[in-house]
């Protein structure tokens, strides 16, 4: 698995994950969008954003490659990025050019000035169309300056079409992860979730707001199992399902839906018109953002061992906020962490 080194000079990784933009050149408000989301990014201040999938609608090659260009100028500007393919992101050419044309967006993605992305050389399964391509599977590495071991792995990852992320994904995560002897936390951004997340909506065992059912494609639950044997992960992040907004835990893992970002697509408006945009559609949540702190020197591992997270609406009201501890959190036993169900969409 490639990787990527990232390097702090601050006791806390600030990171902001973005979902689920939806963006289309023919769209005609998405400049004043983007600004004023480069706006709460310089706000905010984040030293990394990771966009966790469904950047671009489904359209035409030459859209994706100039929203690229068009997010690197407003938000780069401000922030370091990184991207993880989202479904809708590998629907974007005819049958049999998937190839020629993925290559050209990760060209885009390459050459852009702030974006950190990585092509994926783990071999590809025999599948079709978007799940054939598993490129962007890599690894940010986050280094305290002067230090030889990081204190973080990021691990950023295509959950494809409908397949989701493959054993031989799996596989290469746990390569990186023995390099270090299993001694390094990790957490994880994909695009669609797990089928964790639906077993937990069911139960009622989250926190958070839950408008719609988990839509895991055809994730039939080895993948907790598999994250769970790595022994490092701490937390994953994900989006997809747009009026989802919540956490939960099973085995030790935080598992934890993005806040839909812009109000493009369904399911997400602006503040101002949330009350207009109900009456079309009840489930209808305002746009936003997750800010999550990692902590990075041994002092802040010691003060404050855990993970922050915050939901975070368009005028900056803080929506949820829940913490992950990184210590005593792995019981053999432990199946999922008992929650009161929160519905407020």
Same mark, same amino acid.
């Given at each position: 698995?490639?990787?990527?080194?990232?390097?702090?000079?601050?006791?806390?990784?600030?990171?902001?994950?973005?979902?689920?933009?939806?963006?289309?050149?023919?769209?005609?408000?998405?400049?004043?969008?983007?600004?004023?989301?480069?706006?709460?990014?310089?706000?905010?201040?984040?030293?990394?954003?990771?966009?966790?999938?469904?950047?671009? #609608?489904?359209?035409?090659?030459?859209?994706?490659?100039?929203?690229?260009?068009?997010?690197?100028?407003?938000?780069?500007?401000?922030?370091?990025?990184?991207?993880? !393919?989202?479904?809708?992101?590998?629907?974007?050419?005819?049958?049999?050019?998937?190839?020629?044309?993925?290559?050209?967006?990760?060209?885009?993605?390459?050459?852009?000035?702030?974006?950190?992305?990585?092509?994926?050389?783990?071999?590809?399964?025999?599948?079709?169309?978007?799940?054939?391509?598993?490129?962007?599977?890599?690894?940010?590495?986050?280094?305290?300056? @002067?230090?030889?071991?990081?204190?973080?792995?990021?691990?950023?990852?295509?959950? @494809?079409?409908?397949?989701?992320?493959?054993?031989?994904? $799996?596989?290469?995560?746990?390569?990186?992860?023995?390099?270090?002897?299993?001694?390094?936390?990790?957490?994880?951004?994909?695009?669609?979730?797990?089928?964790?997340?639906?077993?937990?909506?069911?139960? @009622?065992?989250?926190?958070?707001?839950?408008?719609?059912?988990?839509? #895991?494609?055809?994730?039939?639950?080895?993948?907790?199992?598999?994250?769970?044997?790595?022994?490092?992960?701490?937390? #994953?992040?994900?989006?997809?399902?747009?009026?989802?907004?919540?956490?939960?835990?099973?085995?030790?893992?935080?598992?934890?839906?993005?806040?839909?970002?812009?109000?493009?697509?369904?399911? $997400?408006?602006?503040?101002?018109?949330?009350?207009?945009?109900?009456?079309?559609?009840?489930?209808?949540?305002? !746009?936003?953002?997750?800010?999550?702190?990692?902590?990075? $020197?041994?002092?802040?591992?010691?003060?404050?061992?855990?993970?922050?997270?915050?939901?975070?609406?368009?005028?900056?009201?803080?929506?949820?906020? !829940?913490?992950?501890?990184?210590?005593?959190?792995?019981?053999?036993?432990?199946?999922?962490?008992?929650?009161?169900?929160?519905?407020? #969409?």
């Amino acid at each position: 698995m490639e990787r990527i080194s990232f390097f702090c000079d601050t006791a806390e990784l600030s990171l902001m994950q973005v979902t689920d933009l939806h963006l289309a050149l023919r769209y005609p408000l998405k400049r004043f969008f983007l600004h004023k989301l480069a706006r709460l990014v310089k706000t905010e201040d984040p030293q990394l954003l990771i966009n966790s999938g469904d950047f671009f #609608c489904r359209r035409k090659i030459t859209s994706p490659v100039p929203i690229i260009r068009l997010f690197d100028h407003y938000i780069g500007t401000y922030v370091p990025w990184t991207f993880a !393919w989202g479904n809708h992101d590998l629907e974007i050419g005819r049958k049999g050019r998937e190839d020629r044309l993925f290559e050209k967006v990760e060209k885009a993605l390459l050459r852009s000035n702030h974006c950190l992305y990585a092509k994926s050389s783990i071999p590809r399964p025999s599948s079709t169309g978007g799940d054939a391509f598993t490129g962007g599977n890599f690894v940010i590495e986050i280094f305290q300056r @002067g230090e030889e071991k990081p204190s973080w792995q990021i691990f950023i990852l295509n959950s @494809g079409r409908k397949q989701h992320i493959t054993k031989e994904v $799996s596989a290469a995560m746990e390569e990186e992860i023995c390099r270090y002897e299993r001694s390094v936390p990790g957490i994880c951004f994909f695009h669609r979730p797990i089928k964790e997340t639906d077993k937990a909506m069911k139960r @009622g065992f989250f926190k958070g707001a839950g408008g719609e059912r988990a839509d #895991c494609g055809n994730e039939n639950g080895r993948l907790h199992a598999e994250l769970k044997d790595l022994g490092t992960i701490k937390a #994953c992040f994900y989006g997809h399902d747009h009026v989802n907004n919540f956490f939960f835990r099973k085995n030790g893992i935080a598992y934890v839906y993005g806040r839909k970002t812009l109000p493009f697509a369904y399911g $997400s408006s602006s503040l101002s018109n949330l009350d207009r945009s109900r009456q079309k559609d009840p489930r209808t949540i305002a !746009w936003g953002f997750l800010m999550i702190k990692l902590p990075l $020197s041994q002092k802040a591992f010691q003060e404050a061992p855990a993970i922050e997270i915050t939901s975070i609406l368009e005028n900056r009201e803080t929506e949820y906020r !829940w913490q992950v501890p990184l210590k005593g959190t792995q019981r053999k036993a432990e199946t999922f962490e008992e929650m009161n169900i929160t519905m407020t #969409c």
